[in-house]
């Protein structure tokens, strides 16, 4: 057995000029992430989770901002291919467990349907996939809605080996 965890953090600034995409769905807001792909902070958070576990770095280097082949680049893509390297090396996601910070909208009714896309994206089923929602009860930059952020957690194994 050779299992792998992994941590993923992503943050991104809000604006009334852009659209929410969070974890593969586009989701009703008057604010809108900030970023050069479509700023999925919780598909972001994931793709860097499973890279460290896996040793391939981050989301960053793999897929630069400054690159125009990523200009608006729908991050259910850039996660597919994270799967892609990271099932190259071997290794299979057991879970993932991960938290979004977001004052408003609510997520939980979303929630499902993420956990769909996501388990899809990287072939395990949906009861891997764990996604909470929390505000920041109007606190800092998160609570006074100017940014999302989400944590994400993954474990990995690389099936029939005997080392860690």
Known sequence: MNIRIGFGVDVH??????????GGLKIESDLGAVGHSDADVLLHAICDALLGAANLRDIGFHFSDTDPKFKGIDSKILLADVYALIAEKG????NLDCTV???????????????????????????RVSIKATTHEKVDSFGERKAVKAYAVCLLDKPNTNSL
Request: net charge negative; charged share 20%.
């Open 13 to 22: 600034q809000l604006a009334d000029t852009h659209e929410l995409f969070i």
């Open 91 to 94: 290794f299979k996601v057991v």
């Open 101 to 127: 910070i977001l004052e408003k909208p609510k997520l939980n009714p979303h929630i499902p349907e993420m956990q769909t896309i996501i388990a899809g994206l990287l072939h395990i089923s949906d009861d």
